[in-house]
C-alpha cells in the first residue's frame, strides 16, 4: 500500500525553463495539496484539488504557477519560465475525503533553479 | 487569520534527556487541530502527534506527547527520552475549520541531540 508518491525527488532547471512536478495520491484518496517550503522555513498552502477540479488555490502565485488534477493520472504542478527565487521542496498531500485531521504528505521534490 | 509562532530556533539536548519545543497558535475559531512533524536531514515530514480543540486529553504517541493548554494557546512538544535519531528540524502545524483544509505550519526548531 503505497503512500503519496512524488516524482522526481530533485529537478534541477536553467531560468525561463518550464517545471513539471507529479504527485500520485495514496489509493482511494481523491483530495490532493500542494505545499511549498522555501529554505529554512515552514511549508506554505498552495492548492488543494480534488479530481479534475481546483478547489482552492489562494496560496498559488498569480503568474506561471499552475496546477491540475485529472480523473486519470497523477497530479501536476507546473511551473513556467522558472526564476531562481522558484528553488524550493514542493510536497504533496493526499486524503480520501475533505479531512480536518490531517493528511499524509509525499517525500517531497526539491526544485533547484540555476 | 490562524497563526503557528515558533520561538526557538535551534535547541541542543543531551541524549536521553527530556525535551520540550515550544508552539503558540493563534485562532477565533473553536474547532481546530494541532499537529507535530519531524523533518529529518533527509527531507520528507513525518506526521508525529495530533490534539483536537476538544480533545479534553493530551496526546501522547510512545516518547511523544502533547502539552495542550488551551486559554493559553500553546500546543508543546515534549519528547522523552531523546534519542541521536531525534535530530531533525520539528514543526507544529494547525487546521481550522475556517481553513477549510489548510495546514498552517510554524517556522520550525532545529532540535540537534548530542551524545
Known amino acids: 500500500n503505497a503512500g503519496v508518491m512524488q516524482n522526481p525527488r530533485h529537478l534541477v532547471r536553467r531560468r525561463g525553463q518550464e517545471a513539471r512536478l507529479r504527485c500520485s495520491p495514496m489509493?482511494?484518496?481523491?483530495?490532493v495539496y500542494w505545499y511549498r517550503q522555501l529554505p529554512e522555513e515552514g511549508l506554505k498552502f498552495m492548492v488543494y484539488?480534488?479530481?479534475?477540479?481546483?478547489?482552492?488555490e489562494s496560496g498559488m502565485p498569480k503568474e506561471r504557477f499552475s496546477a491540475e488534477f485529472p480523473k486519470e493520472g497523477p497530479s501536476i504542478l507546473r511551473i513556467q519560465q522558472v526564476v531562481r527565487g522558484d528553488s524550493a521542496a514542493y510536497f504533496c498531500?493526499?486524503?480520501?475525503?475533505?479531512?480536518?485531521?490531517?493528511?499524509?504528505f509525499g517525500s517531497g521534490t526539491r526544485l533547484t533553479v540555476v | 487569520a490562524q497563526k503557528i509562532t515558533q520561538t526557538q530556533p535551534g535547541m541542543f539536548v543531551q541524549e536521553k534527556e527530556a525535551v520540550t519545543l515550544d508552539c503558540t497558535y493563534d485562532?477565533?475559531?473553536?474547532?481546530?487541530?494541532l499537529f507535530w512533524y519531524k523533518q529529518p536531514s533527509s527531507g520528507e515530514m513525518i506526521f508525529l502527534i495530533y490534539?483536537?480543540?476538544?480533545?479534553?486529553q493530551n496526546a501522547t504517541e510512545g516518547r511523544y506527547s502533547l502539552n495542550f493548554q488551551k486559554a493559553r494557546k500553546s500546543a508543546n512538544l515534549v519528547i522523552s527520552a531523546s534519542q541521536l535519531g531525534d535530530s531533525a528540524m520539528y514543526f507544529c502545524?494547525?487546521?481550522?475549520?475556517?481553513?477549510?483544509?489548510?495546514?498552517?505550519f510554524g517556522q520550525g526548531t532545529r532540535l540537534t541531540i548530542n551524545p
Open positions: 485562532t477565533s475559531d473553536q474547532s481546530y487541530g
Open positions: 502545524a494547525m487546521f481550522t475549520v475556517q481553513g477549510a483544509q489548510k495546514l498552517v
Open positions: 489509493k482511494g484518496h481523491s483530495h
Open positions: 498531500a493526499s486524503s480520501r475525503t475533505a479531512t480536518n485531521y490531517g493528511y499524509t
Open positions: 490534539q483536537g480543540s476538544y480533545d479534553e
Open positions: 484539488l480534488q479530481k479534475e477540479n481546483i478547489i482552492d
